[in-house]
């Protein structure tokens, strides 16, 4: 039988910590209930689901519907959009069935790349790649999952690019809503001879078609920082996202931007497997970031301790602590009144 192979590329860095990411997951298990609630794409859908942050892995590879379970969607550092790419040519390769001179190969794949950052490595080569030997036998619809989006990279990727800012209740479902009947429309319409494009069916209220994509040289949409809770030595994540205003008077309208808290979240081991090995010289101002929060291993009233090697750690009060990251014992004091604050290095996001 032929089959209809679904490929979901899904964003699992830094930026999607918290209820972004629980939201995915969520949204996968959505897409496969209504699925299979059609007898078309229960004849005929296969998915698979290929994550990528700092690096990029095949985390269920191509299946049939009804034995696909939705994965728990792993949190790296870094925003790898080539070795993605590189990932998914990879697995069209290996796992999609092409049609020969003897025998009907599987359908076209559609593919929906979602991300909400911009790439930190350079994947111009595999875009390339993927223009010159992949965009004619499969669909790529890129989902920018907010303003901030390298849309760039996406159109240099696909014609099909899709804005998705989630400004209001419910939107996101509606999001999952058009993905699921999108593959549901492309199953029962499969063999005719004018191909469906998705992106001429979503819903205008949740997505708009990004035209003329706007470069972006860099995602300052949040700040993302990594520490270790000193008693138990388990790693956390911090997240500010920006936050515009405007200092007025009578005389003049100044734009201010901060990064204001949004919170701060337990991590395990595989976080730096799914990290971007290399070392990042990315740094940002404390003067820049509001609020800092307690730990969320053992409840020390700060997570924000700088240790001398430049790592965070978390500690309740000024006295002595091991430092996690490097073992060495440091003496804490409250830090000075500085408005200038001081750099401490941040993550790719």
């Not at 690019?161 to 009947?181: C, N, Q, T, Y």
């Not at 469906?196 to 300052?220: G, I, M, N």
């Not at 976080?271 to 609020?291: C, H, I």
């Not at 790592?311 to 200038?340: H, M, Q, R, Y």
């Amino acid at each position: 039988m032929r089959r209809l192979p679904v490929f979901f590329v899904l964003d699992c860095s830094e930026s999607m910590v918290g209820e972004n990411l629980r939201k995915m997951e969520q949204g996968l298990q959505s897409i496969v209930t209504a699925l299979r609630g059609d007898p078309h794409a229960l004849e005929t859908v296969y998915l698979s689901v290929i994550a990528f942050a700092g690096v990029a892995r095949t985390i269920v590879p191509l299946i049939e519907l009804m034995d696909f379970y939705p994965p728990r969607l792993p949190l790296g550092g870094g925003t790898s959009l080539g070795a993605a790419l590189d990932t998914l040519m990879h697995e069209i390769d290996r796992q999609v069935v092409r049609t020969t001179a003897d025998a009907k190969g599987d359908w076209k794949p559609i593919v929906f790349l979602m991300t909400d950052g911009h790439p930190t490595d350079d994947p111009q080569a595999a875009i390339d790649r993927w223009r010159q030997t992949h965009a004619r036998a499969a669909q790529l619809v890129a989902v920018g999952m907010g303003s901030q989006t390298d849309f760039s990279a996406l159109a240099r990727l696909t014609d099909q690019v899709l804005l998705f800012e989630d400004s209001r209740p419910g939107d996101f479902k509606r999001l999952i809503d058009w993905v699921s009947a999108s593959v549901v429309a492309r199953s029962q319409r499969l063999g005719e001879p004018n191909e469906l494009s998705l992106t001429k069916s979503f819903d205008e209220r949740v997505l708009s078609l990004v035209k003329d994509a706007p470069t972006t040289h860099a995602d300052d949409n949040c700040v993302v920082l990594v520490g270790r809770c000193q008693k138990h030595r388990r790693p956390y994540l911090i997240k500010y996202e920006r936050e515009e205003r405007a200092l007025s008077t009578v005389e003049f309208n100044l734009p201010l931007s901060s990064y204001q808290l949004a919170g701060c979240y337990p991590l395990d081991e595989s976080y730096f497997d799914w990290s971007d090995p290399r070392t990042s010289s990315l740094k940002v101002n404390t003067a820049e970031l509001m609020g800092a929060p307690g730990c969320p291993h053992c409840g020390n009233a700060t997570a924000f301790a700088v240790c001398g090697c430049g790592k965070l750690l978390c500690l309740n009060g000024p006295g002595e602590a091991i430092c996690p990251w490097c073992e060495k014992t440091v003496a804490f004091a409250p830090g000075a009144s500085d408005a200038g604050g001081f750099d401490v290095g941040r993550s790719q996001g």
